[in-house]
């Protein structure tokens, strides 16, 4: 058998353990919102962002402290923030009658606004730190330790945000809370496993392909530790959980921050962002126009879809995507 139709094989096998599990992971998320009473956004945040958001980490941990391709782990962070932002462009078109934009509860707009700061703040750091800008302490870039205490900060500004909203009444039916949480933990296993897995086939793609660490990390990677974001939203969005499966995408954009911070950490040979390639740059200022996009249609519902699937808000974060692409294959070609 080639090693492409082996690798394939492999990608498939991934996808088939993440489709499975990601089902039970949305289905047994909600149960856990409808039993508690917490709001679908603030379980999407907290428990679908972080468990779909591990093989990020495990691939940016990896590629520092192994493989020494600090631009494999960059490029993976803001490449999967982007790719998470394009899959609302998916759900939209899945999205029977109205736009989602139209269903997206206002809580969205605050994950929005806070992925718009920590990104920023990642980009930022990544042109300073060469410039000696941004000082360095035991080896870590000063953003690192802002891009943490930021992430710990969006988290307590949207709990109390959805804490003074009134609650959904509890349900009496489906699973227990018990059972609802063990099956939780159980598909986030399954989830984290092939996940954490799909990084190694990305990166032997890559080898097969020959191309360079900038282009890889910021799609093939990216796209490859983003599939879970993709079959929980979409398994979310089945079973009607439209605020799960949007939280999923904007809580894993801030989980991703925390990422970089880090891999920054791990990275021992000095500062992750004076490493890394300042096109990544680029991929975090499309991720900041694209959460703009998002926070302006939040304020500005479409209404009208083109071709019956498309709002104008998706086109726009389509073509901010491609764009986004073809400027990282530029620069990593």
């Not at 782990?73 to 462009?89: E, Q, W």
């Not at 804490?163 to 509890?170: C, I, L, S, T, V």
């Not at 969005?237 to 911070?261: E, H, K, P, T, Y």
């Not at 209404?303 to 019956?308: Q, S």
Request: overall charge neutral; some cysteine; charged content about 10%.
């Amino acid at each position: 058998m080639p090693d492409w139709a082996l690798i394939w094989g492999k990608f498939s096998l991934a996808v088939a353990v993440i489709a499975v599990a990601g089902s039970a992971l949305s289905r047994n998320g909600d149960a856990i919102a409808q039993r508690t009473g917490l709001s679908g956004s603030w379980i999407g945040l907290l428990l679908l962002a972080t468990a779909t958001s591990l093989p990020e980490l495990f691939t940016g941990v990896s590629a520092v402290r192994l493989a020494n391709a600090p631009d494999i782990a960059v490029g993976d962070v803001f490449g999967s923030c982007i790719f998470n932002l394009a899959v609302i462009v998916v759900l939209d078109a899945l999205h029977r009658g109205h736009s989602v934009f139209d269903k997206m509860d206002e809580s969205h707009l605050l994950m929005a606004a806070f992925g718009i700061i920590l990104i920023g703040f990642g980009g930022a750091g990544l042109l300073l730190a060469p410039a000696s800008l941004a000082p360095s302490f035991l080896q870590v870039s000063v953003f690192s330790p802002l891009l943490i205490l930021l992430y710990l900060l969006a988290l307590r500004a949207i709990f109390y945000f959805e804490a003074g909203r009134p609650k959904a009444e509890g349900r009496k039916t489906g699973p227990s809370l018990g059972k609802a949480i063990a099956g939780y933990t159980t598909a986030a296993a399954f989830v984290v496993g092939a996940g954490a897995w799909l990084p190694f086939i990305g990166q032997d793609l890559a080898n097969v392909m020959g191309l360079g660490q900038t282009f890889v990390g910021t799609l093939l990677i990216a796209f490859a530790t983003s599939v879970p974001e993709v079959v929980v939203s979409a398994s979310a969005l089945r079973i009607g959980a439209l605020d799960m499966a949007i939280a999923n995408l904007l809580g894993s954009n801030l989980f991703n921050m925390l990422v970089l911070a880090i891999d920054d950490i791990a990275y021992v040979q000095g500062s992750l962002l004076e490493a890394a390639s300042k096109a990544h740059a680029t991929t975090a200022f499309m991720a900041m126009i694209m959460s703009g996009i998002v926070i302006v249609a939040l304020l500005h519902r479409p209404g009208r879809r083109f071709f019956g699937a498309f709002s104008w808000a998706s086109l726009a974060l389509a073509a901010v995507y491609f764009l986004a692409s073809y400027v990282t294959y530029l620069y990593g070609r």
